[in-house]
């Protein structure tokens, strides 16, 4: 069975600091896609970052990036410069069954203190 | 745009009772998915169906039917419901199978006593 590990059940950063959610997973995939996904007080799942196994370079949106290391089948979140609206649950989701049945870890709350 | 849109948002049911949560999609999205989110659990997988007209249990399917009555609309119901199945229940659809990136609802929020 897949299996997902998210280490950090909560983690906190000051606004404007950089904070890292790490991200272990398990597949027999050789290509596949993983994702984090935010889950605000809201409760609306909203995809942060995609990154491709195929692709060596780390994906990167804005103050959202990836260390994704294929071989140790890790995948953390980089937030830089943090802001007050990060503060939310962060999913990590790596493939399962051919990308078709995305299996989440159990997430990581995330506080960002002013 | 309304994206993935679920009803009810919340729902209130005595054990044994039977209801349908609706899901609904105008990204003309191929597959769709049911997934359960519990504290402490993350988001499991019910039923997704890849393409219209096929559907496949997930981790957590027991207790649990799916109908893909269309292209755009994927029901999951709950024919006898137990306090185990109180939970926040999140639809979500994709536009490509193996690009698996989803988009999700906002939620219904069932408890069951």
């Known amino acids: 069975a897949q299996t997902v590990t998210q280490s950090q059940p909560e983690m906190s950063v000051q606004e404007a600091e950089t904070v890292t959610l790490s991200c272990t997973y398990d597949?027999?995939?050789?290509?596949?896609?993983l994702f984090w996904y935010k889950q605000p007080p809201s409760r609306q799942m909203i995809l942060v970052i995609r990154?491709?196994?195929?692709?060596?370079q780390n994906a990167t949106e804005n103050r959202f990036s990836v260390n994704f290391q294929k071989a140790a089948k890790s995948f953390s979140l980089k937030i830089s410069d943090s802001q007050l609206g990060d503060a939310a649950m962060y999913f990590c989701?790596?493939?399962?069954?051919?990308?078709?049945?995305?299996?989440f870890g159990k997430g990581t709350k995330l506080t960002v203190n002013p | 745009n309304a994206g993935v849109t679920q009803t009810p948002k919340f729902q209130v049911l005595k054990t044994g009772q039977s209801m349908t949560l609706q899901c609904a999609q105008d990204?003309?999205?191929?597959?769709m998915y049911w997934y359960r989110q519990d504290p402490g659990m993350g988001l499991r997988l019910i039923y997704y169906?890849?393409?219209?007209?096929?559907?496949d249990k997930g981790e957590v399917p027991n207790g649990y039917n799916v109908s893909r009555l269309n292209k755009r609309e994927f029901s999951l119901r709950l024919e006898s419901a137990a306090p185990s199945q109180t939970s926040v229940y999140f639809c979500?659809?994709?536009?490509?199978?193996?690009?698996?990136?989803?988009?999700f609802g906002e939620g219904s929020r069932l408890t069951v006593l």
């Open positions: 979500a659809s994709s536009p490509e199978v193996n690009t698996g990136e989803l988009f």
């Open positions: 597949t027999s995939e050789s290509d596949y896609y």
């Open positions: 990154q491709e196994a195929y692709k060596q």
């Open positions: 989701a790596p493939p399962q069954g051919g990308s078709e049945k995305l299996v």
């Open positions: 990204m003309n999205h191929n597959s």
């Open positions: 169906s890849a393409s219209e007209g096929t559907t």
